[in-house]
C-alpha cells in the first residue's frame, strides 16, 4: 500500500535541476583571490571537492565570497534514482545518492530568486559559472560569521536581557527566511545554525543543497522519506523524520478511520513517525500499518525551535531526536519546557510556549512558519513596525 499523496515520481530529488543553469564565464581577472576561507565537499570517499575563498570581482564594491567545487561533484546525482521513496524501501536504488546536491543547490538559488521581494535574510547567489573543472558559486559575503558560533560569542560576553533580544531578533529574520521559502513550495530540510550566516548582525541563510519542493504542481503537500545521513543534522532533524523502511503492527487508534494518516507516538517500535492505516482498519484492533513519510515544512519549523533552544542556552536539547537517545525519550514523556527546568533555564513564558508548539512530536500539530510570525514572543517587533529590531 503506497502512502497517501507519495504517488510514484512526485518527490522528485531532482525537480530544481530545471532551473540550474550556468552563465557565462567572466573574463580572466574578473576575480581577484583574497584568501581562502574553508574547505567544501567531501565526496563519498571522504575527498574535498572544493573550497571557499574570498575574492575581489569587478562587478562588486564589496568582497564575495566564491565557492569553487569540481564539477564532477557538482553533477554526482545527475542518472541516480530520483524518486525519494524508491531510495528508502527495499530494494533500494543503487548507486545511493549523496547527500550534498550542489546541483540542487544551484537550482534552488535560481528558483527563489526568480523574483522580486525576497527578503535579505535568505544569502544571495550573484552568479554561477564554469572556469575550467571548477564551478564557480559567487555569493553575497556575510561579514559575521555562522550563527553557532556566534551564539557561543554571545553567551560568555553579554547577559541575559541582551541575549534575549538577539534571540528574538535573529529568530524573527529565520523565520522571514523560511516563511517566503515555504511561500513558494520550497523546503530546506538543512536548517541549522551552522547553515545560518550573520551580515553584521542579520542572519542569511544557505546551504540548499538538500532543498526539495513541498508541494506537488496540482498543490497537494509532498512525502518525503530518507533520513539517516541524507537529510538535516542530528540536532535538528524531527523525530517524523526518522522513517521505518518496513511495515509496522499496531493497534489503530480510537477515533481513527482505514486509509488515515496519523501519528505513530513510538508505543510499540522505536519510531516517532506517521503511518497509512490500512484502508480496512478498525479503531482497537491490531493492524498493519504503512510508514507515510514527512512533510517538509513542518520539518523545517521544528529545525528552527531546535535553533532557538540552542541560541537561549547555548546547549542542544539532544543528541538526536530520536528514541534512542535518553534525554530525547525524556523530553517526549515530559516536554520541552520540563528540559529547561531540569537544567536550570527558565526563559520567558513566550518563549517556552514557541519552543513547546513548534518541536511538537505530532509533526501535524506544530505551526506553520507564517503562524509563527504572529506568536505572541515577536509582538515587540510587531509593535515597533521594524523587522529585527
Known sequence: MAAPDAAAGEANLNFFYEFATLDDSPPAGDFVKIRRIAECGPDPHGVNQGRIELHMWSRSEEPVAVKR??????YINRGREPDDRRNHFPPRASPRRHQEDMLTEIGTYRYLFREGGVPEYILRMHTVFQRGDDIWLVLENATGGDLFNRCLEVHTGEGRDAISQRVRRW?????????????????????SLENVLLNGDDVRLMDFGQAVRSHSEAGRELRYFRYFGQAGKDYYRPCNMYVPAAPLEWVAPTGSSGGQVVFYPGTVADFFCEVALPPDAVPGERCTVEPA????????????????????????????????????????????????????????????????????????QRPTSDALLEHAWFEPIRREGVEGT
Open 69 to 74: 567545487v569540481k564539477s564532477d561533484f557538482v
Open 171 to 191: 529568530m524573527w529574520q529565520l523565520l522571514q527566511a523560511v516563511s517566503y521559502m515555504h511561500g513558494r513550495a520550497v523546503g530546506h530540510r538543512d536548517i
Open 293 to 364: 513519510g514527512y512533510h517538509v515544512r513542518p520539518a523545517d519549523v521544528f529545525a528552527c525551535a531546535v535553533c532557538a533552544f540552542i541560541l537561549s542556552t547555548s546547549l542542544p536539547p539532544w543528541k538526536v531526536a530520536h528514541p534512542s537517545d535518553g534525554t530525547f525519550k525524556w523530553v517526549c514523556r515530559s516536554g520541552i519546557v520540563a528540559l529547561l527546568r531540569a537544567w536550570g533555564h527558565e526563559l520567558a513564558p513566550e518563549v517556552e510556549d514557541f519552543m513547546a508548539r513548534a518541536m511538537n512530536m505530532d509533526a501535524s
